[in-house]
């Protein structure tokens, strides 16, 4: 009696562990196309199976590719993609030395160099309009950094954000967008990095 009570009392804490595993990997963001989200995200599944090194190696990834745009956003925006990029070598240093304990850690250095990349580019953006210079492709990458920002931490853009967003992408690559509707994007945006820069500390 005493065994099949205590069989079943096993079979119960298997299924209430597997349900929690299940619900952890639910919340890891995995529908990215573009980096450093695909690294991140790579990352983030790593390191919630308990291989550091995999998940280090991923952030290491991520790293190199936030450095490559610290040289193409403008050279007063530079220095907030350098500092994205030191944060995220450093949290690779901690992952490795297995001094992270959360995957909540990872998300909020995630969501941190999104937000850094979208204001990079939204600062770019407006340098090129200034300019008389077709400020899309910028656009673009800010949009990109916001929305993976907004996903990391779960949090829904307003509005105008999401409008800018949703424009932004679905105008294709190599489409030069009107000034109107660069207009719109610039502001959208604007609104919406203000708005999870205050929610997330940036």
């Known amino acids: 009696m005493n065994s099949r009570v205590l069989s079943i009392w096993s079979a119960c804490i298997s299924a209430i562990l597997m349900a929690s595993v299940a619900t952890v990997y639910a919340q890891a963001p995995s529908d990215f196309s573009g980096e450093p989200d695909k690294s991140m995200a790579s990352a983030h599944e790593s390191f919630?199976?308990?291989?550091?090194?995999?998940a280090a190696d991923h952030i290491k990834k991520a790293t190199a590719y936030v450095r490559t745009q610290e040289k193409k956003v403008a050279k007063d925006a530079s220095k907030t993609v350098k500092k994205?990029?030191?944060?995220?070598?450093?949290?690779?240093?901690?992952?490795?030395k297995g001094a992270v304990k959360s995957?909540?850690?990872l998300k909020k250095t995630f969501a941190q160099v999104d937000h850094a990349l979208a204001t990079a580019w939204h600062a770019t953006a407006?340098?090129?309009?200034?300019?008389?210079?077709?400020?899309?492709?910028?656009?673009?990458?800010?949009?990109?950094?916001?929305?993976g920002a907004a996903t990391w931490t779960g949090t829904k853009l307003n509005d105008g954000a999401q409008a800018a967003v949703d424009g932004l992408n679905k105008a294709g690559r190599g489409v030069?967008?009107?000034?109107e509707?660069?207009?719109?994007?610039?502001r959208g945006l604007g609104e919406g990095i203000a708005d999870l820069g205050r929610k997330i500390g940036s």
Do not use: I, Y
Not at 126 to 147: F, I, M, N, P, V
Not at 176 to 179: F, Y
Not at 181 to 186: N, P, Q, T, W, Y
């Open 84 to 96: 994205a990029g030191d944060d995220l070598e450093r949290l690779g240093a901690d992952v490795k």
């Open 126 to 147: 407006e340098q090129e309009q200034k300019a008389g210079k077709d400020a899309t492709g910028a656009l673009k990458s800010a949009g990109a950094g916001l929305q």
């Open 48 to 54: 919630l199976k308990g291989d550091m090194n995999k």
């Open 176 to 179: 030069k967008l009107g000034a």
């Open 103 to 105: 995957p909540d850690q």
């Open 181 to 186: 509707a660069v207009g719109s994007a610039f």
